[in-house]
């Protein structure tokens, strides 16, 4: 379970009367929009392709993307750190160097890097906090992107100077590029949390609305039933 009751609450009289008084302003949210393509993208022939991001707590971002057409996988875990740290209740202390973040298989063929980039951007997580992400705050809460590649890299690197260029969010972005060294399955209790705990407080104020504004925003690559890593 993860240790946000008193959070959990606060965000939940936040909601109720919408007074927004528990964030200070530096830290208020960006609204979900549909920011341009990038730019500079291609598109792979090859049968599967992985991307893995980090956005804040992965409930959320692993539920956007279990959505996505062309998405055959989405697994939460950690990346930025070591597999001897790579739990939940070591990654929680914040001094682990690892993010909670989602590996995304895809199938470039259907879905580009880049377009999984501009669903990243838009509407999974605020890519203007630093170290943060809603009513999460820590290091482990950071916006990362951990590139596979160096074309993964080239267009991350080039959307990020786009959108910033572009004055696309009232701040500057706050994320991180940096070559993946490895990825670790979250714990099984944390995969599929989205859709398992539909009615949790934390999920219905934080999470459900992103799932809501990929299907507004993003109609064209929508997917009612989500892709699971339990099979269901």
């Not at 259907?110 to 501009?118: D, E, N, R, V």
């Not at 509407?123 to 630093?130: C, E, F, I, R, Y």
């Not at 944390?190 to 507004?216: C, E, M, S, W």
Request: aromatic share 10%; hydrophobic share 40%; with cysteine.
């Amino acid at each position: 379970m993860k240790r946000r009751g008193i959070l959990i609450l606060a965000a939940t009289l936040t909601a109720c009367l919408g007074t927004g008084l528990w964030f200070s302003a530096s830290n208020a949210e960006e609204s979900p929009r549909r920011v341009a393509a990038p730019g500079l993208d291609t598109r792979s022939t090859a049968g599967s392709e992985t991307a893995v991001l980090a956005g804040g707590c992965f409930w959320g971002v692993q539920g956007v993307f279990q959505h996505v057409k062309g998405v055959t996988s989405a697994v939460s875990g950690y990346a930025g750190g070591t597999a001897d740290t790579a739990t939940y209740d070591t990654v929680s202390t914040g001094s682990t160097g690892h993010a909670e973040a989602v590996r995304i298989r895809f199938d470039p063929r259907f879905i580009s890097y880049g377009q999984i980039l501009q669903i990243y951007f838009s509407v999974a997580h605020d890519p203007t906090q630093l170290n943060r992400q809603g009513p999460d705050s820590g290091t482990q809460y950071r916006s990362q992107i951990f590139t596979a590649s160096a074309e993964q890299a080239r267009i991350a690197a080039a959307y990020v100077s786009q959108l910033d260029g572009a004055k696309a969010f009232a701040r500057p972005i706050a994320t991180r590029i940096a070559p993946l060294q490895g990825f670790f399955a979250a714990e099984a209790y944390h995969q599929d949390y989205l859709t398992r705990h539909p009615t949790q407080p934390y999920i219905v104020i934080n999470d459900l609305p992103k799932v809501a504004a990929l299907r507004q925003l993003f109609p064209s690559v929508y997917r009612s039933d989500p892709v699971l890593v339990a099979g269901r």
